[in-house]
């Protein structure tokens, strides 16, 4: 097949969760015989130059430069219009030309877009079968902002996320079928009772990468990892510190939290200053903070799809306790593949049992492993996605 793959960030290198899904996609459908033609943002020369290596992974590239003073004029230029403001925001005329002059002269089998907010890139594709990978709704993502900031920040995030609510209905009723990464994602999407056909496939993690090693790990060292430049994990942290770490270090003194992830803001520097907190920034492999860790927590209020530090702290046999909103994302049963936590003194018990019990902390850091093995390889979702891709072929012949 002819593939068309439009995708909101340039998917190399795959380090971030925006970036993972969309290049192991694009690597399966070239490495299964399809010629893939990308189109995709780059936001810096940076990013434009670590990006090039993705061309080893497609037909064609097709990037477009977006800089913040554009992306910020269109976001405003939206605020008093039906569109929402993430649809500025991902805009580049320069793409959305190229794209639309390569659906002119070529003949594609298939448009696959990941992302909603660069939906709009492929207006012109009618006639050719069409799946949208929503990933997250991201519009309950907005609406969830909504009740955890301030005015006005409350009301921008829930005028954003009302009318991207409208816009997902609205894309999932024009594309032959729309995709997600979790039952849960998908409960949402169909309750908009707007698209034409649904369903869904799991993030996978790269498990021979992010695997156990026979180092030893320390046993009061604690990890959180992920951007803390995204307001759902330095909300997470900042509550944590503030009320579960206390009474953990009330137990066992030396318990240590080292939060790993870049562009930490002032506020999450600042929780430096805590008795046993490290904040990081941005390091070189996350690998060797997590599996020196005796275990990793994921305490997310706001946590829509899956939580890809979750999987790859599965994958390391490194024990998560995390949110119940975090472990709605994950294909695993709590209590036996990581654990739940719903207030301070609930992370506080689990955190002190497993640094205290060795036996407990092991007995879950090898079931962990294995359910990733099991249930979020990235081959077996892969092998999802071309029954998909088969389906709406079949359709729409």
Not at 26 to 48: C, D, N, Q, W, Y
Not at 188 to 207: C, E, I, K, M, Y
Not at 348 to 374: C, F, G, N, P, Y
Request: aromatic share 8%; net charge positive; glycine share 6%.
């Amino acid at each position: 097949m002819k593939i068309l793959f439009v995708c909101h960030r340039l998917p190399f290198p795959p380090k971030r969760g925006g970036k993972i899904r969309p290049f192991n996609i694009i690597r399966h459908l070239k490495e299964s015989g399809h010629s893939v033609t990308v189109g995709s943002l780059a936001r810096s020369e940076e990013e434009l130059e670590e990006g090039q290596p993705l061309r080893e992974y497609c037909d064609k590239l097709i990037l477009g430069r977006v800089n913040a003073a554009a992306a910020t004029a269109r976001m405003i230029a939206r605020l008093p219009t039906a569109i929402p403001s993430s649809m500025g925001y991902f805009y580049s005329p320069g793409l959305h030309r190229e794209i639309k002059k390569e659906l002119q002269q070529d003949r594609f089998d298939l448009v696959f877009v990941h992302c909603s907010s660069v939906a709009q890139y492929v207006s012109s594709a009618n006639g050719v079968p069409s799946i949208l990978d929503f990933g997250d709704m991201d519009s309950q993502k907005w609406l969830d902002y909504s009740s955890y900031r301030r005015f006005p920040l409350s009301m921008g995030y829930w005028i954003e996320g009302t009318k991207l609510c409208r816009e997902e209905k609205r894309l999932a009723r024009r594309f032959d079928l729309s995709t997600c990464t979790t039952h849960a994602e998908l409960k949402t999407l169909r309750s908009f009772d707007a698209a034409r056909q649904t369903d869904w496939f799991p993030n996978g993690v790269d498990a021979a990468f992010f695997s156990p090693t026979e180092e030893p790990y320390d046993p009061n060292q604690v990890c959180f990892i992920g951007r803390m430049d995204y307001y759902p994990n330095q909300q997470a942290m900042l509550n944590f510190c503030n009320s579960a770490l206390p009474l953990i270090q009330l137990r066992r003194p030396a318990t240590k939290l080292t939060i790993v992830g870049a562009e930490p803001s002032a506020e999450i520097r600042k929780l430096a200053e805590k008795p046993g907190v490290t904040v990081t920034g941005t390091v070189p492999d996350v690998r060797d903070y997590v599996r020196g860790s005796a275990l990793s927590v994921a305490p997310l209020a706001i946590a829509r799809g899956t939580q890809n530090k979750i999987l790859e702290s599965m994958a390391m046999g490194v024990p998560v306790i995390c949110s119940k909103a975090a472990a709605g994302g994950v294909d695993a049963v709590p209590g036996r593949h990581l654990l739940v936590a719903e207030s301070p003194e609930q992370y506080t018990d689990h955190v002190i049992r497993l640094l205290e019990k060795a036996d407990e902390r092991k007995e879950l850091s090898i079931a962990a492993r294995q359910r990733v093995v099991s249930s979020h390889s990235w081959p077996a979702s892969m092998t999802k996605l071309d029954g998909i891709i088969a389906s709406v072929a079949r359709s729409v012949s």
